[in-house]
């Protein structure tokens, strides 16, 4: 049986034909399941999920504003995946700008500091979503 994360972005979307073609086709994840009739679909990639809908107007939804593109304003996903390379090249087959170029950037982390490359990129709705890839761990360098 397929395994829900416990916490999973549902993101709305306004053309979920576009946006699975830019969540599964560029960044590579699989469709767990969907429900076309309902404008839905459930994306996992190696344990990373998302939920995708379709705005409708007359279904009901759980809308606290009008939505206004870029949607997702103050929020960024971050993803881990084994490489960013492939996926870059993905991106750039389909046309698709990156937001912030990949750099290999430290974070510290109590002690040592943790090491990724990354990039974000738009989705189609203007969430970004920020690809990492790790690189290790490394003592806090004194200043």
Not at 44 to 69: F, I, S, Y
Not at 116 to 142: A, C
């Amino acid at each position: 049986m397929f395994e829900r994360n416990r916490l999973v972005p549902e993101l709305m979307v306004t053309d979920l034909a576009g946006s699975l073609a830019f969540w599964v086709h560029c960044l590579g994840f699989q469709v767990a399941y969907q429900r076309p009739e309902d404008g839905f679909a459930y994306l996992d990639l190696e344990g990373a999920q998302v939920m995708l809908e379709q705005v409708d107007p007359n279904a009901g939804q759980w809308l606290t504003a009008p939505l206004h593109k870029p949607f997702g304003r103050g929020i960024n996903l971050q993803i881990d995946v084994q490489a960013v390379a492939p996926i870059m090249q993905r991106l750039g087959e389909a046309g698709v700008d990156l937001y912030r170029a990949c750099k290999d950037t430290w974070y510290r982390a109590g002690l040592v500091e943790a090491g990724q490359r990354e990039f974000i990129v738009q989705d189609p709705d203007g969430y970004l979503v920020r690809l990492v890839e790790r690189l290790g761990e490394r003592p806090v360098s004194p200043d």
